[in-house]
């Protein structure tokens, strides 16, 4: 079964806006990552967080961490037209022999409308 | 950027085709990954590598096969292509004790 879902699917602001994007784990995990990922390119690593944090920051980016929910959120703040992109979030799961493999989310996909 | 490169970017082949996808890698990482990710959709892991020697497979059930002679390099093939492969591969890479992926531009493939 899926490890993590994202929601909403897609999200479409005004620039200057913040944008909140939510995921949704099921098991116990290590850390858990956001990526973001332009139109027809990789993904680029944005922010990692460890399953004994609460929260991050990392310039505009904030990440929540709530492990009783398995849940997180990642809040962009004062977004730009430039941050359009799809954003994934990624669990790495604890007590896995196989180590650093990453179980990613469907992804959200945020639209900054200048 | 990441220092991890994939070609070809794009690839338009008949069905029955081999094909090859080239992915390489100058950090030294000893992990790499396969993804398939179809556009708009989730990332699919279907092969990953810990080194030289080593390959898994992924998630994803997949046709395709893969080899780790050197570190740096991490090639996909696919014997035979299908309508079905039609998908984005992307390659990525991690070091030793840390698990953020870097990950290259990705092919886009379809085959006819």
């Known amino acids: 079964s899926q490890q993590g879902e994202e929601d909403p699917q897609a999200l479409s602001i005004q620039e200057g806006e913040n944008a909140t994007m939510n995921c949704s784990y099921k098991t116990s995990i290590n850390n858990l990552q956001w990526y973001r990922q332009n139109s027809g390119r990789g993904l680029v690593h944005l922010i990692l967080i460890r399953s004994n944090e609460r929260e991050k920051h990392s310039g505009r980016l904030r990440v929540t961490l709530d492990t009783s929910k398995k849940s997180s959120s990642l809040l962009i703040t004062a977004s730009r037209a430039a941050d359009t992109a799809s954003y994934f979030c990624a669990t790495d799961a604890s007590g896995e022999t196989s180590g650093s493999r990453l179980t990613f989310g469907e992804g959200t996909q945020l639209t900054v409308n200048p | 950027e990441a220092d991890i490169y994939q070609t070809p970017r794009y690839l338009v082949i008949g069905t029955g085709k081999k094909i090859t996808l080239e992915c390489s890698q100058t950090?030294?990482?000893?992990?790499m990954y396969w993804y398939q990710q179809d556009p708009g959709m989730e990332l699919h892991l279907i092969h990953y590598?810990?080194?030289?020697?080593?390959?898994e497979k992924g998630d994803l059930s997949s046709e395709s096969t893969v080899s780790r002679i050197r570190t740096e390099h991490f090639p996909l093939t696919l014997e035979s292509a299908r309508p079905s492969h039609t998908s984005q591969y992307l390659c990525a890479s991690s070091e030793q004790g840390r698990n953020i992926q870097y990950f290259g531009a990705g092919t886009r493939l379809s085959v006819l």
């Open positions: 950090m030294g990482h000893d992990k």
């Open positions: 590598s810990y080194g030289v020697n080593s390959t």
